[in-house]
């Protein structure tokens, strides 16, 4: 059981170029979401996905478009990489809502993404 | 829209003393979680303490404690015993609550506050 896993860890990018950065999890969690983390900004929410087959923005989406490929992906892509998108990336899945209220949010390891 | 500031950027502790991080939010919603999230070099987010706004008294962990004063929108975090281990970012964390909220699971962060400890 290795929760939620992210690759790559790390990324550098020439300004213009495309990537996508992966997300799995295996808790069989309905929603998976993507933030990014700058320095003294805290995390921030990108994109979401409540359940498989919807997604929808957070609070900079700008610059991004994600993909939930199945209920256990959610990519999040990059299609011409500016500077401003140097960043930690944080993919999470919480257990979900309903009759057995669970707090936990899990989070990947993170991908420390460059862009020169 | 729900925000959350933490005020301290960088805070200190001799080893085994107590220290407090600071956190307050803005929100218009009665029902809603708090959490506090620790964040060590190796970047992995963990779940430190979480409290419920329903609920009056305060969360403990072990030697993590909150002071969740819900009028004032004033949720801090108390580390005792503080050890060589506890240095980390800290980062306190809000998320909507209630039935209308089921599914909807994003947190909104502060800033952090970076904590080191002192041998």
Same mark, same amino acid.
Request: glycine share 8%.
């Given at each position: 059981?290795?929760?939620?896993?992210?690759?790559?860890?790390?990324?550098?990018?020439?300004?213009?170029?495309?990537?996508?950065?992966?997300?799995?999890?295996?808790?069989?969690?309905?929603?998976?979401?993507?933030?990014?983390?700058?320095?003294?900004?805290?995390?921030?929410?990108?994109?979401?996905?409540?359940?498989?087959?919807?997604?929808?923005?957070?609070?900079?989406?700008?610059?991004?478009?994600?993909?939930?490929?199945?209920?256990?992906?959610?990519?999040?892509?990059?299609?011409?990489?500016?500077?401003?998108?140097?960043?930690?990336?944080?993919?999470?899945?919480?257990?979900?809502?309903?009759?057995?209220?669970?707090?936990?949010?899990?989070?990947?390891?993170?991908?420390?993404?460059?862009?020169? | 829209?729900?925000?959350?500031?933490?005020?301290?950027?960088?805070?200190?502790?001799?080893?085994?003393?107590?220290?407090?991080?600071?956190?307050?939010?803005?929100?218009?919603?009665?029902?809603?979680?708090? #959490?506090?999230? &620790?964040?060590?070099? %190796?970047?992995?987010?963990?779940?430190?303490?979480?409290?419920? *706004? !329903?609920?009056?008294?305060?969360?403990?962990?072990?030697?993590?404690?909150?002071?969740?004063?819900?009028?004032?929108?004033? #949720?801090?975090? &108390?580390?005792?015993? %503080?050890?060589?281990?506890?240095?980390?970012?800290?980062?306190? *964390? !809000?998320?909507?609550?209630?039935?209308?909220?089921?599914?909807?699971?994003?947190?909104?962060?502060?800033?952090?506050?970076?904590?080191?400890?002192?041998?």
């Amino acid at each position: 059981n290795a929760g939620v896993t992210q690759t790559p860890k790390f990324q550098v990018l020439k300004t213009g170029q495309s990537m996508t950065l992966q997300c799995a999890q295996d808790m069989n969690h309905n929603s998976m979401y993507w933030y990014r983390q700058d320095p003294g900004m805290g995390l921030r929410l990108i994109y979401y996905s409540a359940s498989e087959g919807t997604t929808d923005k957070g609070e900079v989406p700008n610059g991004y478009n994600v993909s939930r490929l199945n209920k256990r992906e959610f990519s999040l892509r990059l299609e011409s990489a500016a500077p401003s998108q140097t960043s930690v990336y944080f993919c999470a899945s919480p257990p979900g809502t309903g009759v057995t209220f669970s707090y936990e949010q899990y989070f990947g390891p993170g991908t420390r993404l460059t862009v020169t | 829209a729900q925000t959350v500031t933490q005020s301290q950027p960088e805070m200190s502790v001799q080893e085994a003393e107590t220290v407090t991080l600071s956190c307050t939010y803005d929100t218009s919603e009665s029902d809603y979680y708090l #959490f506090w999230y &620790k964040q060590p070099p %190796s970047r992995q987010m963990i779940l430190v303490i979480r409290q419920e *706004a !329903y609920k009056q008294q305060n969360a403990t962990e072990n030697r993590f404690s909150v002071n969740f004063q819900k009028a004032a929108k004033s #949720f801090s975090l &108390k580390i005792s015993d %503080s050890q060589l281990g506890d240095a980390a970012m800290y980062f306190c *964390a !809000y998320r909507s609550g209630g039935i209308s909220n089921f599914g909807n699971e994003k947190l909104t962060f502060g800033t952090g506050t970076r904590l080191t400890i002192i041998p």
